[in-house]
């Protein structure tokens, strides 16, 4: 099945240091990737939408130029949190569609847990 | 008005219980309904996918009432490795590239 492998699992970096998440989808290509975020005890919000050799596309309130998104191929969008600070603290996913997939083919990495300190 | 509506719970039952969770959806024209299933800090996971009057699995049933715009999600005989947040999601247009939007969903507990 349809799989999207996200790296690292979890991260634990200082403050005001980048760290970078990676997202693949392994056997399908991914021409557009979404990122969100989840607080605890929260919902996952989608942060931004992710393009294929294009812009992303941001959420009200998600500061582009803090969180940067390449997606440089069909298979590979990171996601970038620059100058973290101990309120960027969650948990990170992303998530694409496999058109060829049953049930409209959402698949999602495992998550990224990412602690500024 | 929020796409879906959910009692976040959380519901805490015992071992081998039946618990059912509904959801309401404010768009009386959503053909296709999911329910996902997420552990704590884990990605979410496709439970269920109801297109028509509902769907069953094993222990999980899930029903369709349109007249009354829910879902209802069933669990018989409720074991420990149930515990987990149970998410109804509305899916955009099956044709364009849009993302699944979630809820905070039912938080489900069931104890030894």
């Known amino acids: 099945g349809a799989v999207v492998s996200q790296h690292p699992s979890w991260v634990i970096c200082k403050s005001g240091t980048s760290v970078k998440i990676e997202c693949r989808s392994l056997?399908?290509?991914?021409?557009?990737m979404f990122w969100y975020r989840q607080f605890p005890k929260q919902s996952l919000m989608l942060m931004a939408t992710s393009n294929e050799g294009s812009k992303a596309t941001y959420e009200q309130g998600v500061e582009k130029d803090k969180f940067l998104i390449n997606h440089a191929s069909l298979t590979l969008s990171t996601l970038t949190v620059t100058s973290a600070h101990p309120e960027d603290s969650s948990f990170y996913i992303c998530?694409?569609?496999?058109?060829?997939?049953?049930?409209?083919?959402?698949?999602f990495g495992s998550g990224t847990r990412l602690t500024v300190v | 008005r929020k796409e879906v509506e959910q009692d976040p719970g959380p519901f805490n039952v015992p071992e081998g219980a039946t618990v059912a969770f509904n959801c309401t959806y404010s768009n009386s024209a959503s053909q296709s309904f999911f329910w996902y299933r997420q552990d704590c800090r884990k990605e979410p996971k496709l439970l269920m996918s109801v297109y028509s009057s509902g769907n069953e699995d094993g222990r999980f049933t899930a029903q369709l009432n349109r007249a009354s715009q829910y879902i209802s999600l069933l669990i018989r005989d409720s074991k420990l490795s149930d515990s987990a947040t149970y998410l109804c999601?509305?899916?955009?247009?099956?044709?364009?590239?849009?993302?699944?939007?979630f809820g905070k969903g039912t938080r489900l507990s069931v104890i030894a």
């Open positions: 056997d399908f290509q991914a021409t557009t």
């Open positions: 998530s694409a569609r496999d058109w060829n997939r049953a049930n409209y083919g959402y698949t």
């Open positions: 999601v509305v899916p955009p247009s099956i044709s364009g590239n849009t993302p699944l939007v």
